[in-house]
């Protein structure tokens, strides 16, 4: 059964033409002077900027889905804490994955040298983000669902989990930006009294005071903070934003920011595995590149990230949470049972239950088989997932099944199957740079982010919180989400009883 509601718009739509191209111009001003920006991949510079593409208006989201999120987040960022520290669990989970899969065999590798070689740093500081979709099918207290001809109440549409990311969780800076925008776009309109429904969004501060803390716990008042960083960066407001926040906070810390060439080029370590990058000792290193196989184009950029594993600088993430992070460890958290071993408490492990969406094995057995056989009799109910992250590499619907068709059993087990989310359609303008002008109203579907700051080690969590949101909005009939990729939009929620 799959019913798709509506949710009720923030602003009367449509807006008059007049009004509409004089409020877009503004609003793309007002992004580029406040850095709601990207460098172009089209047309690329260092020396220019794009608006990032966004939402004029916020769009709706229910409030006791959003509390429930924000509420969570923080046992979210123990549960993936606890499974990152899970040698065995890890291993076995991954022990397939890992013969088919190159990439993620090349980060367990690391993983088990580490190991074996010993951590040069027990703690890790996780800035964790869980991403979300609501549900349009979800059930109501009886057990079945809701239907509607025109909307569907808030109260019988909940939120699944879509994904924890546990490397690069970006939108730090451009979340909250977002929020900031359709703010100004709300006065301009002269409904400022509906900002009020727009949560405060507090992301780049508990970000960064996640990286500030960690660097405090190292102790070492000369030490820097490092940032890895892609050989060319198109977000890169969203990654100077936090720099500068850090450095506007604690202009005592400095902030490097290097690909992996350059810390093979120029890091060592010293006689207490301190990393060294030149001269400067590095305290924490916090990863926006190292998630995909394009950022390793050579033995030089792996054998850096090990250099960095084996140091006392303390990760985000280390190896083990880049591991516990991967779709495949996603999908075995969501076998019944899994979650008694990670958390204790029976109404924890009965919350995060209830935000998996169905997620299948897709390896050379009896259960992975008959997750084949599922997909190509179904495939319109499914989506296909490899261990990627950064957008793009997903599989939909009715391409699944020539997708599978072209693996061997055992290329299958790099992938997982999930259950296709039905989000809700909300009605709005996406502004994009060189976009049509008056831009038209069109349906729109929308990713939440939670972002978590969590840093620890295996015997003793330090600290452990929520630390704001952001939301993607993409066209209802795109596949894929991701605003840096080009497929989305900014956008931040407002909150509906």
Excluded at 120 to 133: E, K, T, V, Y
Excluded at 436 to 461: K, R
């Amino acid at each position: 059964m799959s019913t798709v509601g509506t949710l009720k718009e923030c602003v009367q739509l449509p807006i008059k033409d007049n009004e509409l191209v004089d409020i877009v111009q503004k609003a793309k001003d007002w992004a580029i002077m406040h850095g709601a920006a990207m460098r172009s991949k089209s047309n690329f510079s260092p020396d220019t900027l794009n608006f990032a593409p966004f939402v004029l208006v916020p769009s709706s989201f229910p409030r006791k889905e959003f509390e429930r999120a924000i509420h969570l987040q923080p046992t979210i960022n123990r549960l993936m804490h606890n499974v990152a520290h899970d040698e065995e669990f890890l291993t076995t989970t991954l022990a397939d994955t890992i013969k088919v899969d190159e990439f993620t065999g090349n980060l367990f590798n690391v993983y088990k040298k580490v190991l074996a070689n010993g951590f040069g740093q027990r703690i890790s500081l996780g800035l964790l983000r869980s991403d979300l979709m609501l549900d349009s099918n979800c059930r109501n207290l009886n057990g079945e669902y809701e239907e509607s001809e025109t909307e569907t109440p808030s109260a019988y549409c909940c939120w699944k989990q879509v994904e924890v990311n546990t490397i690069a969780s970006g939108f730090g800076h451009l979340g909250p930006v977002s929020r900031a925008i359709q703010s100004y776009v709300l006065r301009e309109l002269n409904q400022a009294e509906k900002i009020a429904r727009m949560p405060k969004n507090d992301a780049l501060a508990g970000l960064c005071d996640g990286m500030i803390k960690a660097w405090e716990i190292y102790a070492n008042p000369k030490a820097v903070i490092m940032f890895i960083i892609e050989d060319v960066s198109y977000n890169i407001c969203d990654q100077r934003f936090h720099e500068f926040y850090i450095r506007e906070k604690c202009p005592h810390i400095k902030v490097l920011r290097k690909t992996l060439t350059q810390v093979h080029d120029e890091g060592k370590l010293g006689l207490n595995k301190e990393l060294l990058i030149g001269k400067e000792e590095v305290a924490v290193i916090y990863f926006r590149a190292g998630y995909e196989p394009g950022h390793y184009p050579s033995h030089n950029e792996w054998d850096a990230r090990y250099l960095m594993e084996c140091s006392r600088a303390i990760k985000c993430p280390s190896i083990h949470y880049h591991l516990a992070g991967t779709k495949k460890v996603q999908q075995a958290l969501a076998v019944p049972g899994v979650l008694d071993r990670f958390l204790n408490d029976p109404e924890e492990i009965k919350a995060v239950t209830k935000i998996f969406t169905g997620l299948y094995s897709l390896e050379d057995n009896e259960t992975g088989n008959a997750t084949y056989e599922m997909a190509l009799k179904s495939p319109e109910k499914f989506v296909l997932k490899p261990q990627r992250e950064g957008g793009g590499n997903n599989i939909y619907g009715i391409d699944i099944p020539s997708a599978l068709k072209k693996m061997s059993r055992f290329e299958r087990s790099a992938w997982i199957l999930m259950d296709l989310i039905h989000p809700p359609i909300s009605r709005g303008y996406m502004i994009r740079p060189s976009g049509p002008v008056p831009p038209p109203v069109v349906d729109m579907v929308s990713e939440l982010g939670i972002f978590g700051v969590i840093i620890g080690d295996v015997d003793n969590i330090i600290c452990n919180y929520e630390a704001g949101h952001m939301l993607r909005t993409k066209l209802s009939t795109a596949n894929e989400g991701g605003v840096a990729a080009g497929l989305g939009a900014l956008d931040s929620p407002y909150l509906i009883d």
